[in-house]
């Protein structure tokens, strides 16, 4: 088991990076999980007529798999504290190559919570395959749990 001293970290420090493919098959299965049936997240046609460039991944789907290595990389050593994100791009899904989400995560900054426990505030880069930049102020603060 890889074990992690967050008091060695450094600002800026990449701890993990992971590519992601989402298919048209993954936004149904997430579809049926959450119960997020709107049709802009599985028919061209109604994306379309609402001015879409075609069918959209959920924002909960992108925002859950951006932070999937963070959590990886905490295992049982680190809990997350807090998450936020900001949709600044639509994941586009191509119905026959899909998209993919490439993550980075690096720590961004060394915080001391208010009873002295040692945090820190990962950001999370988290762009398409059309090099987009699809989620802003991506920030994930853990501890030790």
Same mark, same amino acid.
């Given at each position: 088991?890889?074990?992690?001293?967050?008091?060695?970290?450094?600002?800026?420090?990449?701890?993990?990076?992971?590519?992601?493919?989402?298919?048209?098959?993954?936004?149904?299965?997430?579809?049926?999980?959450?119960?997020?049936?709107?049709?802009?997240?599985?028919?061209?046609?109604?994306?379309?007529?609402?001015?879409?460039?075609?069918?959209?991944?959920?924002?909960? !789907?992108?925002?859950?798999?951006?932070?999937?290595?963070?959590?990886?990389?905490?295992?049982?050593?680190?809990? !997350?504290?807090?998450?936020?994100?900001?949709?600044?791009?639509?994941?586009?899904?191509?119905?026959?190559?899909?998209?993919?989400?490439?993550?980075?995560?690096?720590?961004?900054?060394?915080?001391?919570?208010?009873?002295?426990?040692?945090?820190?505030?990962?950001? !999370?880069?988290?762009?398409?395959?059309?090099?987009?930049?699809? !989620?802003?102020?991506?920030?994930?603060?853990?501890?030790?749990?």
């Amino acid at each position: 088991m890889m074990t992690h001293d967050i008091t060695t970290l450094e600002v800026g420090q990449v701890l993990a990076t992971q590519t992601f493919p989402l298919t048209r098959d993954s936004l149904v299965r997430y579809a049926g999980a959450s119960g997020d049936f709107n049709p802009i997240h599985y028919r061209d046609d109604v994306a379309e007529s609402v001015g879409l460039p075609g069918v959209l991944a959920h924002g909960m !789907l992108t925002m859950g798999v951006a932070v999937s290595p963070l959590l990886e990389w905490c295992g049982t050593e680190y809990e !997350l504290v807090s998450y936020q994100v900001r949709f600044t791009k639509p994941v586009v899904v191509d119905p026959e190559t899909g998209a993919s989400l490439e993550v980075q995560v690096s720590v961004g900054a060394l915080i001391e919570s208010e009873d002295g426990t040692p945090q820190v505030r990962c950001d !999370l880069t988290v762009t398409s395959d059309a090099g987009e930049k699809v !989620l802003g102020k991506a920030q994930a603060v853990i501890r030790a749990a």
